[in-house]
């Protein structure tokens, strides 16, 4: 009996990752039944059976894709918070990780993205887009003001506007990533966000000053 049920959980998720494929690869309006049972070898009634409808269909795929995709930006965050004080945290640097991933996934188009966009007038879909962003900018936020704790990031940078940036900047590369030829420009525009957050480090914030400060030389003629 136990066999029998653990072969229907692994056929309903095999079906439920090629489900999430098509979805992936045309979006919602654009997916019919009859390509999700092209896909999947599931009949339209199993399928209906199994997940009512396909909207329902799609908002589990989407609940499986952030199952897929996002324990390794988790794996990153809870490394980095959970770091003894003894060691240096450098956040540009995580952030820079999490973003090595979030490129790395880009070519898939970014399933979060591109329901925001489709169905951002359904209630459903927006809840667990919201659900996604809203996690990522809480860990975000939560790893600059380590950072910040530990006086590795000036005092005065303010993490939430700074993670929230992070996180609107990780939803854009989800697209560029996606539809952009020159691998380069997201791989330059992520070595810049990296360089922002580093610019308030407290080192960084002193040299800035210093370089904006009138040279000695030029008080004494005055």
């Known amino acids: 009996m136990h066999n029998v049920s653990r072969n229907k959980n692994a056929d309903l998720d095999r079906v439920l990752r090629a489900a999430t494929r098509v979805f992936l690869e045309r979006g919602f309006s654009a997916t019919s ?4 049972v092209a896909a999947t070898g599931m009949n339209r009634a199993g399928l209906y059976a199994a997940f009512g409808s396909k909207h329902q269909l799609y908002i589990t795929a989407l609940g499986r894709y952030r199952e897929d ?21 450098d956040a ?6 999490l973003l090595d991933v979030v490129v790395r996934h880009s070519k898939e188009g970014g399933f979060v993205v ?10 459903a ?18 790893i600059l003001a380590r950072a910040v704790e530990r006086g590795e990031m000036d005092a ?40 922002l957050l580093s610019a308030h480090s407290p080192s960084a914030t002193a ?16």
């Open 33 to 36: 039944m009859s390509d999700l």
């Open 69 to 89: 995709t996002e324990p390794e930006l988790r794996a990153i965050t809870r490394r980095a918070l959970d770091q003894v004080e003894e060691e240096r945290l």
């Open 92 to 97: 540009p640097r995580v952030v820079g990780d």
């Open 114 to 123: 591109r329901a925001a966009v489709e169905l951002a007038d359904d209630p």
């Open 125 to 142: 879909t927006m809840r667990r887009v919201q659900e996604a962003w809203t996690e990522l900018e809480r860990d975000l936020a939560a």
């Open 156 to 195: 005065a940078a303010d993490t939430g506007r700074l993670a929230r940036t992070a996180l609107v900047f990780i939803q854009g590369a989800l697209v560029i990533g996606h539809a952009d030829e020159d691998d380069g420009r997201l791989a330059d525009a992520a070595a810049g966000l990296v360089d």
């Open 207 to 222: 040299e800035e000053i210093l370089s904006q400060a009138p040279d000695d030389a030029l008080l004494n003629e005055s």
